[in-house]
C-alpha cells in the first residue's frame, strides 16, 4: 500500500483484509451445513400430509426460522431442562400426548412470564377471560397465569375439552390458539374439519408447524448440529411449599426475609405474586429450600410484633 494512498481509503482496505480474516477462521455462511426435516411427521400420534407440497412449504418455513436462529434453540434446551420434566409427568398423568409439552415453546418459549400484547401471559398464554373460566385468579396482586402448576393444570383440561369437542389434536391445538368458536365457525364455513385444508387465521396457520419445528429440533437436537453440555441446562429449581394464612396485610420483602431470602428471589420462586405487598388472605408459595422451619418461626414473631 503506497504512503500516497489516502487514509481513509488504507482504513477501509485493512477492515476489509480483517473481515475476510475472521470469515476464514469462522466459516462463512456459504459454509454452514444445510439441515432438513423428516420426511415422515406426526403431532400427538396424527399424521403430517407433507406429500401435499403446499403443506411442505409451511413447514419448511417454521423449520428453516428455527434452526438457524442458534442462540433461540439452545435457550430453548437449557429451559426444557427445567420445565419439560414437570409437564411430561402432568400430562402422563392425565393421559394426554406428550408432544402437546412442544406447545408450551410456540406458546411462551418457555419463559414464566411471557406477556403478549393481546394480555396473554405466563407459560400457556392464557388471556384473562379463558384463565378466569379454569379458575386463574387475576388480581392486583397475584396473576395464576404465571404460575406453572396452576396453568399448567388450566391448559391440560381446556386442551381435552377442545378434543372432545373436535375429535382431533391438530384441530384442538388450533382453537387452543384462536378460540373454539373461530374454529367451529370455520369448519361451518368452509365444509372442512382438517387443520391441514382449513382457512385460518395466518398465525393460526402457521401455529401447528410451529409446534412441530419444535418437536423436530428438540427432540433430536444432535441432529441439527446442536451439543448442549449437560451441566449447561437450567436444573430445576428444589424449593419447599409453605401455604401462608395472614390474618393482615404484609410486605413481600418482610415474607422473603423471614424464610432467609430477598424480594427478587422470592418474586422469580413465585412470579404470579404481583406488587409489592399480600393482602390477609391465603397463600401457597415455593420458598427456597431447607427454609421451611426458619419461615414458620420468624413468620410466628412477625405477627406478634405487628400490632
Known amino acids: 500500500m503506497s504512503k500516497e494512498t489516502p487514509a481513509f481509503i488504507r482504513k477501509g482496505l485493512i477492515l476489509i483484509h480483517l473481515a475476510l480474516g475472521l470469515a476464514l477462521l469462522w466459516g462463512s455462511p456459504a459454509s454452514a451445513t444445510y439441515y432438513t426435516f423428516p420426511t415422515s411427521l406426526t403431532l400427538c400420534n396424527e399424521p403430517v400430509p407433507l406429500s401435499d407440497r403446499r403443506i411442505w412449504e409451511r413447514m419448511d418455513r417454521e423449520f428453516v426460522l428455527n434452526v438457524y436462529d442458534r442462540g433461540q434453540m439452545y435457550l430453548w434446551l437449557k429451559r426444557s431442562k427445567r420445565y419439560f420434566p414437570y409437564i411430561e409427568a402432568r400430562l402422563k398423568e392425565k393421559g394426554m400426548p406428550d408432544d402437546l409439552k412442544y406447545l408450551l415453546v410456540a406458546e411462551s418459549a418457555l419463559r414464566p412470564q411471557a406477556l403478549s400484547n393481546k394480555g396473554a401471559a405466563g407459560f400457556w398464554q392464557f388471556i384473562e377471560k379463558t384463565g378466569k373460566r379454569f379458575s386463574l385468579q387475576k388480581k392486583p396482586w397475584i396473576d395464576e397465569r404465571l404460575d406453572l402448576v396452576k396453568s399448567t393444570d388450566a391448559a391440560i383440561s381446556y386442551l381435552k375439552i377442545l378434543y372432545d369437542l373436535f375429535g382431533k389434536w391438530s ?21 372442512e374439519n382438517d387443520y391441514y385444508r382449513l382457512a385460518l387465521p395466518q398465525e393460526t396457520e402457521r401455529y401447528i408447524f410451529r409446534i412441530l419445528a419444535a418437536k423436530i429440533l428438540l427432540s433430536d437436537p444432535k441432529r441439527y448440529g446442536f451439543e448442549l453440555p449437560e451441566k449447561e441446562g437450567y436444573s430445576p429449581v428444589e424449593t419447599d411449599q409453605v401455604v401462608l394464612n395472614l390474618s393482615r396485610s404484609m410486605p413481600l420483602r418482610d415474607i422473603a426475609k423471614a424464610c432467609g431470602s430477598y424480594f427478587k428471589e422470592l418474586k422469580e420462586l413465585n412470579p404470579e405474586i404481583q406488587g409489592y405487598i399480600l393482602p390477609a388472605g391465603v397463600y401457597q408459595l415455593r420458598i427456597p429450600f431447607g427454609k421451611k422451619s426458619l419461615m414458620e418461626k420468624n413468620m410466628k414473631d412477625w405477627l406478634k410484633a405487628v400490632p
Not at 384441530?171 to 365444509?191: F, H, P, T
Open 171 to 191: 384441530l384442538a391445538m388450533a382453537a387452543y390458539n384462536c378460540g373454539e368458536e373461530r374454529v367451529k365457525d370455520e369448519i361451518s364455513q368452509q365444509g
